[in-house]
């Protein structure tokens, strides 16, 4: 793990307010050069750090007004194994994120559909016929607030 300054903690809440910012206008916005600023960013990434950059789409522009979370509860945990749920429920399109949590579920799921009626189509069709699935729980998103990171 290498050591953060406050400037290596600038930086990564620089982008990821806006990942698409150029090392200039980063290094603009903190005081720095445009070859600092990629020095810092390469360094960042190579120590695993900014492990990527993600595009945000905004869903409901999209057509998929609806979010759901899902808890499952596998019914069957010794003759299903984790893997074949985890690989069968990331084929699903409308599957968005699949998490695999401790508590009263074993797996938490954000779906994504453009109505309650097609959710409850991928619900029935896809996301029951899964291999051990017992138990459903589910969590219609009204509204959504992201808050910025730990730094």
């Known amino acids: 793990m290498i050591e953060l300054d406050d400037i290596d903690r600038a930086l990564l809440r620089a982008l ?4 698409t910012q150029s090392a200039g206008a980063l290094g603009r916005e903190l005081g720095l050069s445009q070859p600092a600023t990629w020095r810092r960013i ?3 990434t190579e120590a695993g750090i900014i492990a990527g950059r993600r ?3 905004d869903r409901e522009k999209l057509g998929f007004g609806v979010t759901v979370f899902l808890g499952v509860k596998l019914a069957t945990k010794g003759r299903v194994s984790l893997e074949d749920f985890e690989r069968a429920v ?5 599957v968005q ?4 949590v401790l508590g009263m579920y074993d797996y938490r799921l954000r779906v994504t559909a453009r109505d309650i009626a097609d959710f409850e189509r991928v619900l029935r069709r896809r996301i029951m016929t899964l291999p051990g699935v017992g138990d459903v729980e589910a969590n219609v998103l009204l509204s959504e607030e992201r808050r910025p990171g730990p730094l």
Request: aromatic letters at 0%.
């Open 16 to 19: 990821a307010r806006d990942a």
């Open 97 to 100: 994120m699949v998490e695999h």
């Open 42 to 44: 390469r360094r960042l």
């Open 55 to 57: 595009l945000d789409l």
């Open 90 to 94: 990331t084929a699903i399109p409308e």
